[in-house]
């Protein structure tokens, strides 16, 4: 009996020998904690996962690619090729019913500035085609615009301005316009890479203005946004 009970004690050392080997290897392929890893490293070890675009009007688990989602006109896309600069998108309004991109033209160069100040217009259909966009020389030539002043002036050098023509204090936009607005914004997040979440208006990031107007819906646009004919060209 004496034996057995050797045998057992025995066994029960080699037991535990083994076990705080399998403890210390263990421990020894933990990281030691006062080594900071690179952060490029533990980036790149990250596994791909899809682009999520969370919309109101479209499911979160949707994954849907910014870059290659819509196309736009032959003019949306500057001939020196698309600046990096470009992180968001700014609605106005022209808060007058009539007048021309030209006629806009004329009133910012006598308020000082080189130029008509928004990247793009589109008409409402008194003195402008209903919702036909008029691509500004600021876009042809990737440059700042003059639309959203606020300290340290971000909007205006990285953010893209689009303008609806007419008073949307009064009265909302035209169908066209809408459809237009949508249109003209898919592509840019598509060519720019950021999505609706930065789409913005004037008045929201200021809150100094009633710019884009109390008729201009934000959510109009996004449910426009979301419609099937710009997730794709047949």
Not at 134 to 163: F, L, M, S, T
């Amino acid at each position: 009996m004496v034996r057995n009970i050797l045998i057992v004690c025995a066994g029960l050392v080699v037991l535990a020998a083994a076990g705080c080997a399998e403890n210390q290897s263990v421990l020894s392929a933990l990281p030691d904690p006062s080594v900071r890893p690179d952060p490029a490293q533990r980036a790149a070890a990250l596994p791909a996962r899809p682009l999520l675009i969370q919309h109101p009007y479209r499911p979160l688990w949707q994954p849907m690619s910014v870059r290659t989602v819509a196309f736009g006109e032959p003019d949306w896309m500057p001939t020196i090729g698309l600046s990096a600069r470009w992180t968001c998108i700014v609605v106005h309004h022209s808060a007058s019913d009539k007048g021309t991109p030209e006629s806009m033209d004329q009133s910012h160069r006598q308020r000082g500035w080189d130029e008509l100040g928004y990247h793009f217009v589109i008409g409402n259909g008194l003195g402008y085609p209903d919702g036909k966009v008029y691509v500004g020389a600021r876009w042809d030539k990737q440059k700042h615009g003059a639309h959203c002043k606020v300290p340290g002036n971000y909007y205006n050098e990285h953010g893209i301005g689009i303008c609806l023509m007419g008073n949307l204090e009064d009265h909302p936009p035209t169908d066209a316009q809408m459809q237009a607005l949508a249109h003209l914004v898919m592509y840019l997040e598509s060519q720019c890479g950021f999505s609706y979440d930065r789409v913005l208006t004037h008045g929201g990031i200021t809150g100094k203005t009633l710019c884009p107007g109390r008729y201009f819906s934000t959510n109009d646009l996004y449910r426009r946004i979301s419609a099937p004919m710009y997730a794709s060209r047949k």
